[in-house]
């Protein structure tokens, strides 16, 4: 099995150019190899197919399409001169497959030159959390990660365990030119015929607009949900740990994550390319239209073409020297004075989905509250009257009348 996203160098001639391999679970004869760093040219991306040797330790390579990177770091087909085709067609490829899953290999050229290709997986590398006691002092977290570290989006999970990863990419499946030519289209054509509107996806704001509709309706997507508030992030979080308390019984915590306002200013995405030619993680601008639980939910997003997007950011932070990634641990046990006080702030499932649905499902988080109402009208004794004389027990003319 092989791992589906690999970083590495390529060797040539001239220069060692960097590189990303990408595949898919359900497609292992197929990869997208994306190199770029060469001096004076542009960045190159090819989709190849593998010919496996018997045992499947190594295969050749076999070059279907030529991808170039545009104006704005985005894949697109280039069409080739003759030149350009017998050259591209010149190349024997052959990757040998490590015990970790990963890619050895060699390239060799008809005009005799040759190179190496080295690519490994990432070490996994997470946020260290705060240590939230109780409700009480995640509150206190959030008043600190505005003030001090000048977060300025939030993100909840419902278990500390999980960690930052698009729906798409949870599915194994990393090849994002794949997904902008099998599953944009035909949800655009859905979305049209139940919005009555038209979507243009080469004007940017309807591109994006269109994926956040996928996101928020549960098309996987190579986005992830960011909100404006850590109490929204919280909801979230608590929501989905208590509504999934049956099924995941170890989990003792969630986790509210935050970004900081440098990285997001720093790193945002003016132009959508989702097949970018090289890793990214960008904070996105989508417009709330036909969305109204985005609205809602103050929500923000992250688009990116890295499996391991906290992996990833941990080395932003590495790289830049600046603090980029937040987090806040807090007991699950506090699932429902979380849900209340949230409740008080007026942040309820009826809030974060418009509709009957959001009703239903505030109704059935309000069941997990301890606090029960407290009654201000005094029952009166059983058998004695009130003292109200419109509420005297009136005998009727068959009952005795007691004796004085």
Known sequence: MIHLQQFGFIETPEVVAQAMLCADIDRDDEIMLHWWGREKE????????????????????????????????????PKLTNEEIDHVTGYADTLHLKADGCFDGIWTHKSGQTGKISLSAPSPDSVMAVQCANWSEFKAWASTARDESDASLFRGHGSNRFRLQTTLHRLKRTRLERYCDEMLPPF???????????????????????LGLAQHHGLPAP??????????????????????????????????????RQFTQRFFAPVVSLPYY????????????????????????????????????????????FKVLIAADVPISCASEALEDLALMGLTAATMFPGLDGVCRMMRHSMAFKRQPVSTVKPPALGKPSNDPQSETVLSEDEPKSSA
């Open 278 to 321: 090289a890793p990214y993680v960008s904070p996105l601008s989508v417009s709330p239209r036909n969305n109204p639980r985005m609205y809602a939910q103050q929500g923000q997003f992250l688009v990116t073409n890295v499996a391991d997007v906290e992996s990833f950011l941990r080395s932003i932070e590495k790289k830049n020297e």
């Open 188 to 210: 655009r054509l859905h979305a049209e015929a139940i919005l009555s509107e038209r979507i243009d996806t080469k004007n940017k704001d309807d591109y994006a607009m269109l």
């Open 42 to 77: 542009p960045p190159l991306a090819a989709k190849l197919r593998l010919h496996w040797r018997e045992d499947r330790a190594a295969a050749a390579l076999e070059i279907l399409q030529v991808f170039r990177a545009g104006e704005f770091g985005g894949l697109y087909l």
């Open 223 to 260: 986005i992830l949900d960011w909100t404006n508030s850590p109490y929204v992030a919280a909801f979230f979080a608590y929501a989905d740990a208590l509504e999934a308390a049956g099924t995941r019984a170890t989990d003792t915590h969630i986790r509210v994550y935050g970004l900081t």
